[in-house]
């Protein structure tokens, strides 16, 4: 790997040539590297993602990975998988040839992420990227196997425990706040189980006031301080939800308020970040516990199961599928058990 050093710039380039994935020979040329041991390390990694062979590194692999993913999934997507990678992944395994990483070399990992306050559900989530990307590895780079699928997963899928407010907390929570935008966008939040996103990338002309329906299309990401408005989470989101009459008078007084608002025109015209600073605020202020924006949606959910509708309706209102709503809220439903064995008795009583 021969490499050079450029006298007027004081820096080294590497040049080469590589066979492309059409069969012609070209040749590559890359500078501006501070020192010698850069330029061939950056020409390594090149090649070996050229020949994709699986003794490439894992740097390597995660940057085809990357590649590979920028064309087939939301940016959204993309940003949150970036991050864990960054953080947690590539740093540890960045050098290591992909085939010599070993079910041990996993665990020890493994340990790492465990001895962190990282949350259960959060140590899961990195394992599953890290999961996500060698068994890319294996399905088209030729690593014979996933050393992960021997380890095994850290974590948990699911939070043993779920936040959410009852309605007493909620309106304990909403009458202390005195701003109409911010109370409009939490009673939508909380009487309907609309994503945060979904509630970001509302336009006043997908609020129906004559007929009371909001109608849910899309949804919103601030990414690189742009505002990016994209299809919903799955093809279950798109979805006309029914409105009570006093969130209709709520969101129609507060759209009386928006001068010069026009029917494209975002209804709520904020982000995440400053909603989840604002909930935390008037939480405080309240007294009430603090929880997650999303948990308001498990709140709405966990008002619906109170008040005895079913999981069909529930998942078709929420934009969700029925397996979905059973496995996450199926423990918020009473236990009937008592109720079967009742009615049997009273079958052999008559």
């Not at 009852?166 to 009673?187: G, K, Q, V």
């Amino acid at each position: 790997m021969p490499t050079y050093y450029d006298d007027k710039h004081k820096t080294y380039y590497c040049k080469f040539y590589y066979t492309d994935w059409t069969g012609q020979r070209r040749q590559k040329l890359k500078r501006g590297f501070p020192r010698q041991k850069d330029a061939k390390e950056w020409e390594r990694n090149f090649l070996q993602k050229q020949q994709g062979a699986p003794d490439m590194t894992f740097q390597a692999l995660y940057d085809l990975y990357t590649e590979d993913i920028i064309h087939r999934l939301k940016q959204s997507t993309i940003r949150n998988k970036r991050a864990p990678y960054e953080r947690y992944i590539v740093p540890y395994f960045k050098e290591k040839r992909i085939n010599e990483i070993t079910p041990a070399d996993i665990r020890q990992w493994q340990s790492k992420i465990l001895s962190s306050k990282l949350k259960d559900t959060y140590q899961r989530q990195i394992y599953n990227q890290l999961n996500a990307v060698l068994n890319f590895a294996v399905r088209y780079y030729g690593l014979p196997r996933n050393p992960c699928s021997i380890a095994g997963p850290i974590g948990k899928a699911r939070a043993s425990r779920m936040d959410f407010w009852t309605l007493n907390e909620f309106n304990t929570f909403i009458d202390s706040i005195r701003n109409p935008h911010l109370y409009a966008a939490f009673m939508t939040l909380y009487y309907t189980g609309i994503r945060c996103g979904e509630l970001l990338a509302l336009n006043l002309e997908d609020v129906n006031l004559d007929i009371g329906t909001i109608r849910i299309s899309k949804t919103y990401h601030r990414i690189n301080r742009q505002d990016v408005i994209t299809s919903p989470k799955t093809g279950n989101s798109v979805r006309d939800i029914t409105i009570p009459p006093f969130l209709v008078t709520c969101l129609s007084d507060y759209a009386e308020r928006i001068y010069g608002i026009e029917p494209n025109d975002r209804l709520f015209q904020t982000t995440q970040s400053k909603l989840i600073t604002a909930m935390n605020k008037y939480s405080t202020i309240s007294g009430v516990k603090r929880i997650r924006i999303h948990d308001i949606r498990h709140s709405h959910v966990s008002l619906l199961i109170d008040m005895g509708f079913t999981p069909l309706l529930i998942a078709e209102r929420i934009g969700d599928t029925v397996d979905m709503v059973n496995n996450i809220y199926g423990h918020l439903y009473p236990n009937r058990h008592s109720e079967v064995a009742d009615k049997l008795q009273q079958l052999v009583s008559k």
